[in-house]
Structure formats: C-alpha cells, structure tokens
C-alpha cells in the first residue's frame, strides 16, 4: 500500500542493553524490515488512522518490556504503555521481549446491519502488526495486530502456533493504558462486583479506580476517550484497574481454575478499543467495536423482526403479582390471554411472561436448581396459550431465568430452544441473578460444581453458547445479568439486546430509584456498547408501594428514541397503558429498527437528544431524555431529508412539569408543520423529556 | 468465668425469614444457648474487653448474612460487617448462615521473648466463639474465635471437621470492615504489586484504594486504628480492598492454582487483627498480633545472638562494586577478611556478603535458574573466610537471593543452611527479586514452573519452610522482598528481621530517594507489624553518582533507636564509618535487644522519638528521627529508672543542620547529667534526629 508506505518505520531493537542481545541475529525472515539495533526508546514500528489525526508507535524499553503510544492530532491520549501477560505455569511474557518485525495492510469497505441503529457501516482502517519473541531459550512469540481508524484504535494479541507455547494459561493480562490524568471519567464499579447495576460516576481521571468498560473520558481540552473491548469470545472480560495518575491496567476476571483463561496456540484475544472523538455525536455514534467484529456468521436472519413487546413482568418487579406459584401468581393463562389480546389489539408482536415455569417456589436466587425451561406450572396453558398468540399473529417472548446455574441450564437447552421455536417463542430473555462469584458450572464430575464469575472465561463461553444453540432454531436471545456487549451481534445477529446496566426496575423498588441523569448518563457510558433491554413504558410512573419514577410522563417516550433496543419493551401493566391513549399511539408506531441514528444535541450526564429515520418507512423520529435541570433546547431540524414537508406529532413537558411531584403526570402535545433546517424552542423539564414523529407529506 | 457471664447474651436466630428456617429445630447441643427466634438485626452474641471499653456485637440479617461490630467507649468503630467465604466448587459460605450458638472464654497470662522490643508481654483477653450452619442439604458449619483485648481486637474463621466440607477451597475471603469514613489513613498500594517497597500515602479514610496491611487510620475525633493480621500460615496473605465510604474488604493473594487457597478441614484461618488506640505510644506499644500467634515451638534460641553486623553491600547498591564475577566484583576474599577485621576491631558480631556465590552473572532478575546456595565463587575463599572471622569472633552472614525462583532454592535448602551451620553462618539474609507474580515454585511435572505471588498461600508456606529449615541448623532467617510480618517470630524466633518497605537503598538509588519523613510514616504504619532490616548507618549521606541522603549525620544514628531489629546493620563502607569515630563509638554500644521501649513523642509521618532500655544492663538509649519541619522537643526524662543518676551522651542536629545542603553533615555533641523527670530541649532539624546513650553511674 504506498499511503501505507510512507506512515511505516521500522527498526530493529532488542529493546535490552548488554552483549547479550548484541550477540543475537535479526530473524532471516525480517531482513527488509530490519536495520541495525538502535537504542532502547526509539521507534521499532508506527501507523496512522486513515486521516492521518491519529498515530500509533511502538517501543520497548530497557527491560525489553512491549510499549504502545497513541496520538491525537499530535496531542498524547495514551503515553508509552506497556503490553504482556502473566501466565501462571511460564516466566511472563512481558520483560525481555525483542522486536521481530511489522507488517502492514489497509481496508475501505461497507457493510449492512440486519438491524441496528443504522442500516451501513463503514470500516476504513489501517493496520500494523507487530511481531515480538522473548529473549530465552524457548523464544516465545506473540504478535500485537492494531487497526487505526479516524474514530479511534483497536488491538489484540495473537498468539501464533509454536513449539515452546502451546497451552496458555493467563494469569491475568498486563495491558496498561497511560493516559494524560487531567480531565473527567465517568464509570461504574468493576472488580469482583459482577454485574452492571450500578449509577455511574463521575470523577476525575486520576481518581478512577476499577471500573467496569466502556468507561468514557473526557481528556483536558482533548478528545473524548472510550475504553472497552470487541468480539469477546473464549476469554474473560477484563475490568480497567485505576492506578491513579492516569495510570490503567486490564485485570481479567477470575476463574475456578488457576488461569483466568486458558487457550491453546493459535489463537487471537478480543480487541482492546479505545474510541476517540472531537465531539459526543462522534463518539456516541462510532462503530468501532462492530468493525472489529467478524461479519454475520448465521447468514440469513430476516427471520428475527425488530419489534416491541409487553409482558407479565411490571407485576412482579412492582410487588402485585409472584413468580412463584400460588394466589398471587402472576403468569396465568387468564391473564396471558388478556396480555396477548391487548398486543393484538395494539400492535404489539410479544409478550413476554415471566414465572410461566417450575423452579420458581423454592429459594432460587443464586441456586436455580429446581427450574425447569420445557415444563410450565399448572396454571399457565403454554401449549395452549401459544397457540393462541398465533392466532392473533403474536409470539410468546420466552423466558429462562437460571439463578445463575448454568450446570442445570446447559442440560436443558437444547431441548429449550427447541420447544420455543416449536410454539412460535422466537425471541427468549435468559437471566442469572446471582451473587458474588455465583455462576454454577458444572464441575468435573457428576454433582460437583464450579463457581464462576458473571464475566469470566467460562460464563463468555456459555453465553455464546446459548446464542448459537438458539440461533440453531431461529430464536433470538437478550440476556439480562449478561456478560457486557463487545459487538458480537454483527457475528450473531439473534444476539439482539441484553440488559447490563440499571433498568427500569430500579424505579419500582425505592423512589427515585434511577436518579433522573441516569439515562443520560447510559447514552454516553452503557450504551455505547450495544443494544439495552431498559423496558421504558411506565406511564404510571410508579413502582411497587407507590414509589415514583424520576420521570415525566413526556420522558418515558423519550425513552423509546433513547435507548436503542431492537425489542423494545412497553413495560406498564396493560390497563396503565391503555389509560393513556395518545401516549399509547405513539409507542405503538416508535420503530425498534432504524436506518439512521444521530445524537443531534446533549452533554454527558446532562441531557441527549437522537434523531433517528424509520428502516422501513421516510418517517423521521426525534426524542430524547433530561436530567434534574430544566432546560429549552434550540432544535435544529437539520437532520430532515431535504425538500420534504413533514407533519410533526410533539409529546412534551408541560411548562410546570417537573419529576418531583404528581406534576409528572403533565405533558403537552403539539403538531406543526417542519422542514429541513427549521428550528423549535424545545422545553425539556427537570426528569423530562421528548419525542415526536415526524411523518413526510404535506405537512400538518 | 463468672465477668464473662455478664458480658455474653445470646439467642438463636436463623438471619433467614420465612417457614423455611421456623421448621428447623434448634442443634441438641446448644439447646442451653437457644432460645426462641428473634428477627433480624436481634444481637446473637456480644462480649466484651478486660476493660469492658471494647464491645462486640454479633448479628445476622435477611439474607442470613453474618455480622460483626466493634464499638469502642460507645462509638462504632467498626460498624455491622459481612464474615464468609466465596468457594470455588460449592456455594459460598455468606448468605443463608443460620447462628448456632456461642462460647465463652478469657485469658491472663505473662509470656517472655527471648528477644525484642520488651522482655515481657502481658496477654489478657476476653473471647468469644460463634458458631454458624448453612441452611442448606449439607448443612455446612464454619465458627469465628474473637479476642477482645483492651488494646484491640482479632478474630479468625475456624473450620470444623465435617462430612459436607472437607477439601475447602477457597475462592476469595470476604470478610468486611466498615469505618466511620470520617477520617485519615496512611498506607501503600496493595493490589497486584507483589512487594512492599512504596512510600506511605496519607488519605481519607474514604478514598484508601486496594492497600496492603497493616494499614493505620485514625478516625474523626476517635481512636487510632491499625488494621492487619496475625499468624500468617498456609493461607494467602490479604490485601484490603477499599470501596469508599469507609468499606473495606479482604482479597486475598491468588494463587496460580483455582482457590486463592487450598485447606483440608478442620483448619483455622490466620486472625484478622483490628489494634484500637487512645494515643500513639499505645498504638505503637501494641502486642495485639503477637498474643494472637502461638507460642515459642523452638524451645532455647538462645543460639541467637540480637547483634549488628557490616557488610559487602552499600558498594553494590551505590554502584560501585558488582554482584557479578568481574573486575568490580564486591565479594572478594582480600575485602571480606578488611571487613572481618574491621567488625572484630569495633564489636560488630556480623559480616554480611553478597554476590559471594554462582549464579550471579547473567540475568537473574526474575529468573534465578543459575544460583547455588553452596558454592562460592573462585575469588572467594568461603571456607577461609568461615575460619578467619571464626578466629576473630566475627560470624559471617549468609545471602540466599533466589530471584523469585524457589523451585531452584528448595532444593538446595536443607544443603544450603547444613553448610552455613557448619561454616559459623548463623544468620541468613534471604532474598526475592522478581517482577509481577514472579515467584517461582516447582511445577507438577519435573522441568514444570507455577508463577506464584509474594504474598500467595505457596510463598507463605516457602517463608515458612525456609525458616523451619533454618531452626533445625539453629541458624536465623532475615528475608528481603519477603511477605509480610504477622508476628511468627512468637512461635518460631529465629525468624529475626525482615525487609517489606523501602529501606536505606533507596537513597541511595535516587537523590533523597526516601524522603525526610520516610522513617517518621514508618514508625506508625510497617514497623507495627515487627523488626525490620532497614539498613542504617550511611554515616557518609551519600549513595550511587553522588545522590545526597535526606537525612542528617545525627537522624542515621536515631535511626538506631527508631526502627527496631534484632540484626542492626551500619551499612556503609567500612572507610566511611571510621571516618566518623564518635558515631561509629555509639553504633557500637547500642544494643539490638532491649527490656523496654516506649515511644516517647511523635506525630504520624511527622517525628518520632523512643527511649529503651538495654536488655543486657541498665542503660538507656534514647533515639528519634523527623520529618522536613525543624523542631524543638521538650524532652521529659520521665522513662529513666528512679533514684538513679545518668550522664547522658548526645548526638544531635547543629542548630544549622538541615538534609537540603551539605549541613546535612553537621552534628552536636553533648553530654550532661540526668535523672528521671529532667527535661531537655532537643532540636532536630529539617530531615534530622537525635540519639543518646544514658549510662547510670554519678552521672557526667
């Protein structure tokens, strides 16, 4: 590639001082890259993004450690950091690392999303590798493959086939990220807490300690950063370890087993990613993870529709019905034939039922040892029930709730996934509430148990595991208490959402539960990484005891513009929503697939407004979510397609709508005529928030 | 006990709710204890100090949680904090803990040290056990022995023999301790970072990050607080993890194996020690951890001789000599038998040499595999040498550096330490250079390799080994890089010193590479947990390229008094410590054993002064060291024995001293008669201190 040419050095260094390096030969093989050893610090090997903004270079230093600098417009967003491992059964593979040789390709290509936020992506890259072996006699090798794209850079570590490393067994990964410390982080907490259900945080960079990825950045007078990982697969999800001063290091998940992961040789890790972009819109709407992702591996999956759903849920989350059995229990077949009525009636394609299986009587949480995922209890008709869903052309949304114990799952998910294909359930959410370290696997032998972490190596497995076996009968899956989202659903597209962060159901259990700059905090953190099942829709706005929601009635719209989810939930009991007609229209006709999605006003934490065009009709959409502050926004209805009239349809915040009291309940409605380049003076109230349609024709 | 009746309430309770637990019977034996249930929150178990101040309450909640908390004179000082054990093959032992019952016990006893800090230990405590079932099929048991001291408190998990639990392996300990947050600590990184050598932090209490112990705090208007462990043995040491808000939890050291760690039942943990005190000199004072390990199980060590020492070793951390073979090779015979000479001309008992054996010219770092821990290099003369210092009353002292690989050294051991004997090497300094996780333990397979931490369950049980080993050559053990000081030295005393913090090579590596209040954080905060080998006596200041010391000619001699080990070295050049006659006179007499110490004044990071008395006459010997801010300290005589006359020789800071400038050399010498309850204004200068001897007689 000549572009490539001129943004390529190399040369060779040991990286260590002393005859014994100077008595070493260059590899044969590396001969044109290859000149004479030059001191430790100087450049072995660089590349830049493809418009040219953003600049790699690699190093090594005295103690022959493998070093990594990003620039950014010649300004530094991660200093000389450090790369390796720890393997718990050879010397690490981090001192004494000798420079072998680079090599370097480029790519330009588009691709299409079955479904997503936008119908094509582009993947424009340049890509280095760079080769090291270790000073011993074994002459360990790895490679480090990095892709720099004008959105930010991505890398892994391959592990080539080789004589003198076959199995290994990672102690834990040593991937620094040194960054410039001035500036502000917001994040959640990472280390032994296994799930995501947490408020984030934000504080000062230096002052960032383990946090769970994506964590987001926002450099002194610099970039935004985003730090996360791509395509995790057979391998522990890693938490970013804060040392302070900027300083970060990868810390996998812990296993049962010595290693926090084992692999054999050949074999690549998930792409280290680090997104960087001038502005939010740049950042919120990067597909960098995608584009490190391997393109649909399941070929055709029209057979998956983008849609909404209700479901048998609120009720339990609220404290009115039980998943166990008995008086309360809320998954009959009286009161599932009334939900699927009401999608019918309404145009909704799922219904989603919870506790409509055996296991749930006992004490489950963190034991899981009684459920069944092909048995219903007595009173719920399953046969029956999904029989008459399809009679109104609606599908049952399955639900596989495990307690965390995937030893009992795994037996049973074939023949699962069997039956929900078999009754028409081809979407299914699966759960693991457990505790600390609670994921049951099966041990080595019969009875015995392992005990693992929600994100590590053997939970990674399991999960792509039930995604393929899913896939196998047409189903799509959305996980809740899942592992974090690193892409993989343009390689699995029935992988269509996943919980992941603090839902909806924090608003029921105490008041407030979601302060009101949660969601705009999700945009910019949780959200970048993929799909969210938040299930908005509680046009209530209120929880269990009568805890209320940090919300207006306007913002639970809002919410559907938001936070993309192919499967979006309505999530209010069914009479609540049919108490709100209008309301109800409109999240009847909100798409759950889009052919365009932009960020076209916010601040992180703040507020954030999305416009978004239909995939399947001209329809534009326009919504968004505010925190605690009142504010006006200036809508610039620039994103419109040009020479169109269009007719916009405005849920509001009345002007004395506000969270904090029964105010709530007010919105306001409009309609106006809009063009491209039009401009609306926006209020959105404190906890507020917005939605319209905006329909092309001759206007209102 | 008839005092402990009125300090012991007790109820059953199951922590749990619901039919579940009411259908179970209480266990027969406890019948005596049991009453009718009570709710959760309800005191299980309390009990209380000798002095009644410390209070100790036991508790459950909901979810079967079990709960601890210290008060101390009414004022929470560890407020209600979760006990348990995540396990990597069965359920973790934390929710569902169903209270058994308790016990009752207390102790007044006197012991005596062969050698230390004091001659006599008082150990007078009050002591509860709880015993606690998992509500489970197997029924899972698992007791905590608490003692509650009047000068703080320690408990450990104890493990029954069982049916259902026999292999425990231990994924991580989750033992809590939740402070008030209102307050300060002073600490180092814990975390991944194998060794101790870090310079103190001070922080809120609130934002100590993942810290290794002990870890000293004081609350907000309330006791001190050092928080740490005793008896450390086949089990991994704990780092304390902070969450904020004053929630802090145990990690312990992983381990290159699944469990953290690997016990077979009935076994007991090593007790988690909480020291609580009014003032400094009792926070100091404290024999907490040392009551808490067992007693002597070496019988006469009188074979240990406390002493001070010299050594080949300030040439090769200045730089000047080599530890490797070559021309600047430091370990040769003619410069050994100078430093024979020169110990035997001024009473040091010791001889340290480095670099005295094979294995030192490559890259050992780390690595290791070439060192024998039996033959000397050609030019050193080890069997001459033996004999030669024999002759002159000087023993040598033995170096074992492994560079982390004890696969290497655990071969060698037992011939290693049979020829030290053999040869009048009596004392042995160990040693454990190596990067992340990088100690080196013997695979399963012959030529197999488990990379293992400082701080894991095999390294423990390594320390622990070698010093076993040592015992039965009647030889004593001083490790470098070594795991933390839990108090063994009660049950095994030829374990004498240890390093684990910066010590005296620091400044020598950079300019004020320590700084001034170094030794002044040390004091507070390492040094509560036992002797260290700090290396003192730099009388020159200076250490590699000319890098200046920050400390005064006077504060090396403080030092003497301030950082207590039973083998004290003066640690520079044989040539640099005759230049200095009046000083290297006073390094002579002061002793390495003393029958009292006591601090005297100080301030956290800020002074320290200690006055002790010599264990072998009536002298005594006060001593201290400060921080950057010159002061004055009205010095009470009050320590001094009554009755008696004293002439008091004084080595101080010149009214112009300071570490900044070349005054640093400038000493005031005084001599002056005292007796008990004289003062004595002393200054000590910026990076100064003082030391005096004050020998009874008619005084000056």
Redesign the interface.
Same mark, same amino acid.
């Given at each position: 590639m000549k572009a490539m040419a001129a943004l390529l050095t190399v040369v060779a260094t040991s990286g260590l001082s002393g005859p014994?390096m100077a008595a070493q030969d260059p590899a044969p093989g590396d001969a044109p890259l290859l000149a004479q050893a030059t001191q430790p610090g100087a450049v072995l090997a660089s590349a830049a993004s493809p418009d040219g903004r953003t600049v790699l270079q690699i190093t090594t230093d005295n103690d022959g450690h493998m070093l990594y600098a990003v620039k950014r417009a010649g300004k530094a967003v991660v200093e000389p950091s450090r790369l390796g491992f720890?393997?718990?059964?050879?010397?690490?593979l981090?001192?004494?690392m000798r420079f072998e040789g680079a090599e370097t390709k480029s790519a330009d290509s588009r691709w299409e999303q079955p479904w997503g936020e936008r119908r094509f992506v582009t993947d424009r890259h340049n890509e280095l590798l760079v080769r090291f072996r270790r000073d011993e006699p074994g002459q360990r090798r790895i490679a480090v493959r990095f892709r720099l794209f004008d959105d930010g850079v991505g890398f892994r570590y391959e592990f080539p086939d080789q004589a003198s490393l076959k199995t290994v067994n990672i102690?834990?990964e040593?991937t620094e990220f040194v960054l410039p410390p001035e500036g502000n982080a917001w994040w959640i907490?990472g280390?032994?807490w296994n799930r995501y259900e947490q408020l984030y945080q934000k504080t000062p960079i230096a002052a960032v300690?383990t946090v769970h990825t994506p964590v987001t950045m926002q450099l002194a007078g610099g970039p935004y950063v985003s730090i996360h990982e791509a395509a995790l697969v057979d391998y522990s999800g890693y938490w970013l370890?804060g040392?302070?001063g900027g300083r970060f290091r990868t #810390?996998l998940a812990?296993?049962?087993?010595?290693?926090r992961v084992t692999r054999t040789a050949p074999f690549n890790t998930p792409w280290r990613t680090i997104r960087i972009a001038d502005t939010l819109p740049q950042l919120v709407e990067s597909d960098l993870e995608l584009n490190l992702n391997e393109p649909n591996k399941l070929g055709d999956v029209s057979w998956f529709k983008p849609a909404k759903y209700v479901g048998i849920w609120w009720g339990m989350i609220s404290g009115k019905w039980s998943w166990a059995e008995g008086p309360t229990h809320g998954a009959t077949t009286a009161r599932t034939r009334d939900y699927i009525d009401f999608a019918a009636r309404h145009g909704f394609r799922g219904v989603l039922v919870e506790g409509w299986n055996k296991g749930w009587n006992g004490?489950w949480f963190? #034991?899981g040892e009684e459920f069944s995922f092909t048995e219903a209890v007595p009173d719920f008709d399953l046969r029956g029930l999904a029989a008459y869903a399809k009679s109104k052309g609606v599908h049952l949304i399955g639900h596989h709730e495990t307690g965390g114990n995937i030893a009992v799952y795994e037996r049973q998910l074939d023949a699962a996934f069997a039956q929900n294909a078999a009754l028409g359930i081809d979407v299914t959410k699966t759960g693991y509430v457990a505790?600390?370290?609670?994921i049951?696997a099966p041990?080595d032998r019969p009875g015995?148990?392992?005990?693992e972490y929600h994100d590590g190596q053997r939970q990674v497995r399991h999960h792509l595991d039930v995604v393929k076996t899913a896939a196998k009968y047409k189903v799509a899956v959305n996980p809740h208490e899942p592992v974090k989202d690193t892409g993989l659903r343009r390689t699995y597209p029935n992988w269509v959402a996943r919980e992941g962060a603090r839902g909806m159901e924090y608003n029921s259990w105490e008041p407030f539960g979601n302060p009101p700059n949660h969601e705009a905090n999700l945009v910019y953190t949780r959200m970048l990484s993929g799909p969210m099942d938040f299930t908005p829709g509680v046009l209530s706005l209120v929880g269990s005891n009568g805890n209320p929601l940090a919300s207006t009635l306007a913002k639970q719209l809002g919410l559907y513009v938001t936070i993309y989810s192919p499967i979006q939930m309505a999530a209010d009991f069914i009479e609540n929503l049919e108490a709100h007609p209008r309301e109800l229209e409109f999240i009847s006709k909100v798409p759950a697939d889009w052919s365009e999605s932009h960020l076209i006003a916010g601040a992180i934490g703040e507020y954030a407004m999305f416009a978004r065009k239909d995939r399947n009709s001209q329809d534009w959409y326009a919504g968004g979510v505010n925190d605690a502050t009142a504010r006006t926004l200036n809508l610039d209805f620039g994103f419109l397609d040009p020479g169109k009239t269009y007719c916009a349809t405005i849920y509001k915040d009345a002007p004395d709508s506000t969270y904090l009291t029964e105010a709530r309940h007010k919105i306001a409605y409009d309609s106006r005529t809009v063009r491209k380049g039009d401009r609306l003076d926006l209020f959105l109230a404190s906890g507020g928030g917005a939605a319209m349609r905006l329909a092309p024709g001759k206007g209102c």
């Amino acid at each position: 590639m000549k572009a490539m040419a001129a943004l390529l050095t190399v040369v060779a260094t040991s990286g260590l001082s002393g005859p014994a390096m100077a008595a070493q030969d260059p590899a044969p093989g590396d001969a044109p890259l290859l000149a004479q050893a030059t001191q430790p610090g100087a450049v072995l090997a660089s590349a830049a993004s493809p418009d040219g903004r953003t600049v790699l270079q690699i190093t090594t230093d005295n103690d022959g450690h493998m070093l990594y600098a990003v620039k950014r417009a010649g300004k530094a967003v991660v200093e000389p950091s450090r790369l390796g491992f720890n393997l718990t059964d050879q010397y690490a593979l981090y001192r004494k690392m000798r420079f072998e040789g680079a090599e370097t390709k480029s790519a330009d290509s588009r691709w299409e999303q079955p479904w997503g936020e936008r119908r094509f992506v582009t993947d424009r890259h340049n890509e280095l590798l760079v080769r090291f072996r270790r000073d011993e006699p074994g002459q360990r090798r790895i490679a480090v493959r990095f892709r720099l794209f004008d959105d930010g850079v991505g890398f892994r570590y391959e592990f080539p086939d080789q004589a003198s490393l076959k199995t290994v067994n990672i102690a834990d990964e040593l991937t620094e990220f040194v960054l410039p410390p001035e500036g502000n982080a917001w994040w959640i907490p990472g280390g032994e807490w296994n799930r995501y259900e947490q408020l984030y945080q934000k504080t000062p960079i230096a002052a960032v300690p383990t946090v769970h990825t994506p964590v987001t950045m926002q450099l002194a007078g610099g970039p935004y950063v985003s730090i996360h990982e791509a395509a995790l697969v057979d391998y522990s999800g890693y938490w970013l370890k804060g040392y302070g001063g900027g300083r970060f290091r990868t #810390t996998l998940a812990p296993s049962s087993e010595g290693p926090r992961v084992t692999r054999t040789a050949p074999f690549n890790t998930p792409w280290r990613t680090i997104r960087i972009a001038d502005t939010l819109p740049q950042l919120v709407e990067s597909d960098l993870e995608l584009n490190l992702n391997e393109p649909n591996k399941l070929g055709d999956v029209s057979w998956f529709k983008p849609a909404k759903y209700v479901g048998i849920w609120w009720g339990m989350i609220s404290g009115k019905w039980s998943w166990a059995e008995g008086p309360t229990h809320g998954a009959t077949t009286a009161r599932t034939r009334d939900y699927i009525d009401f999608a019918a009636r309404h145009g909704f394609r799922g219904v989603l039922v919870e506790g409509w299986n055996k296991g749930w009587n006992g004490d489950w949480f963190g #034991t899981g040892e009684e459920f069944s995922f092909t048995e219903a209890v007595p009173d719920f008709d399953l046969r029956g029930l999904a029989a008459y869903a399809k009679s109104k052309g609606v599908h049952l949304i399955g639900h596989h709730e495990t307690g965390g114990n995937i030893a009992v799952y795994e037996r049973q998910l074939d023949a699962a996934f069997a039956q929900n294909a078999a009754l028409g359930i081809d979407v299914t959410k699966t759960g693991y509430v457990a505790d600390l370290g609670g994921i049951i696997a099966p041990g080595d032998r019969p009875g015995e148990v392992r005990m693992e972490y929600h994100d590590g190596q053997r939970q990674v497995r399991h999960h792509l595991d039930v995604v393929k076996t899913a896939a196998k009968y047409k189903v799509a899956v959305n996980p809740h208490e899942p592992v974090k989202d690193t892409g993989l659903r343009r390689t699995y597209p029935n992988w269509v959402a996943r919980e992941g962060a603090r839902g909806m159901e924090y608003n029921s259990w105490e008041p407030f539960g979601n302060p009101p700059n949660h969601e705009a905090n999700l945009v910019y953190t949780r959200m970048l990484s993929g799909p969210m099942d938040f299930t908005p829709g509680v046009l209530s706005l209120v929880g269990s005891n009568g805890n209320p929601l940090a919300s207006t009635l306007a913002k639970q719209l809002g919410l559907y513009v938001t936070i993309y989810s192919p499967i979006q939930m309505a999530a209010d009991f069914i009479e609540n929503l049919e108490a709100h007609p209008r309301e109800l229209e409109f999240i009847s006709k909100v798409p759950a697939d889009w052919s365009e999605s932009h960020l076209i006003a916010g601040a992180i934490g703040e507020y954030a407004m999305f416009a978004r065009k239909d995939r399947n009709s001209q329809d534009w959409y326009a919504g968004g979510v505010n925190d605690a502050t009142a504010r006006t926004l200036n809508l610039d209805f620039g994103f419109l397609d040009p020479g169109k009239t269009y007719c916009a349809t405005i849920y509001k915040d009345a002007p004395d709508s506000t969270y904090l009291t029964e105010a709530r309940h007010k919105i306001a409605y409009d309609s106006r005529t809009v063009r491209k380049g039009d401009r609306l003076d926006l209020f959105l109230a404190s906890g507020g928030g917005a939605a319209m349609r905006l329909a092309p024709g001759k206007g209102c």
